[in-house]
């Protein structure tokens, strides 16, 4: 799915979500892979105690993490581009005063200083294609989390065969890698609790190798603690330095 006209390339996730809900379905979701990485979730919560604490999430999406991270009590905060999905978000996280989200850009906006005591990444940062979006967006990342604090990049898209030299566009990677964005596939969705079939083009990703995830990491000043490859992609537990 290409982006509307004039606007990003990773703008296209919004355009992907209206698409979905002119289909009537109520949300985007794969209920096997959600309720994977709610057991993740749990297990980040817990391990590093953020019970109380700031946790912020990048790409926030329909807010389903979100969800999980206020009810174990922990004060969340998401940020995301897409105005579609932040109106779902908003409907789920309504009953819960320690959660909050925010439509920004986190590659352009501004963020706040060392103001987290944890965050995490789900599928966000494949999302971006060129090495100056990465290096942008890692550097928010880094910016706003407090010293030492953990950073979780969850379910990434992984693949060992993939181009690892510089890209400068999202043209380059179009014909780089030959990705069909207009012709729509089946995908999942809910409607009413009840999944159903959409068609919609898939998104330009942009995975990396796991070397190629590790490299990109420690550049941007994360220490990687745990590394985890699963079928179809790889998580990623780091710490800020």
């Known amino acids: 799915m290409r982006p509307d006209e004039g606007k990003p390339y990773y703008t296209a996730y919004d355009k992907r979500y209206r698409s979905v809900y002119e289909q009537g379905a109520d949300r985007y979701a794969c209920i096997p892979e959600e309720e994977k990485i709610r057991g993740i979730i749990r297990k980040y919560v817990k391990q590093f105690e953020l019970t109380g604490k700031k946790v912020v999430e990048f790409g926030c999406g329909e807010g389903w993490a979100g969800l ?5 009590g922990s004060i969340y905060q998401g940020y995301d581009i897409a105005p579609s999905a932040l109106e779902k978000a908003s409907a789920l ?33 494949h999302m971006f294609i060129t090495d100056v979006d990465r290096k942008k967006y890692l550097g928010n990342v880094y910016k706003c989390l407090k010293p030492r604090a953990p950073m979780y990049f969850v379910h990434e898209s992984c693949r060992d065969d993939i181009y690892g030299g510089e890209v400068t566009s999202y043209e380059q990677w179009l014909e780089l890698t ?3 964005v207009d012709t729509p596939q089946e995908r999942g969705a809910l409607k009413n609790g009840e999944e159903i079939t959409v068609m919609i083009p898939c998104i330009a990703a942009r995975p990396r190798s796991e070397k190629g995830y590790r490299e990109e990491l420690v550049a941007a000043g994360f220490e990687v603690v745990e590394l985890e490859r699963h079928t179809w992609g790889i998580n990623i537990l780091t710490r800020k330095l």
Do not use: H, R, T, W
């Open 68 to 72: 999980e991270f206020a009810k174990l």
């Open 93 to 125: 996280l309504s009953e819960y005063m320690n959660a909050n989200i925010c439509l920004q850009d986190v590659v352009l906006g501004e963020f706040p200083v060392e103001a987290f005591d944890a965050g995490i990444d789900i599928s966000c940062l």
């Open 178 to 180: 030959g990705e069909d």
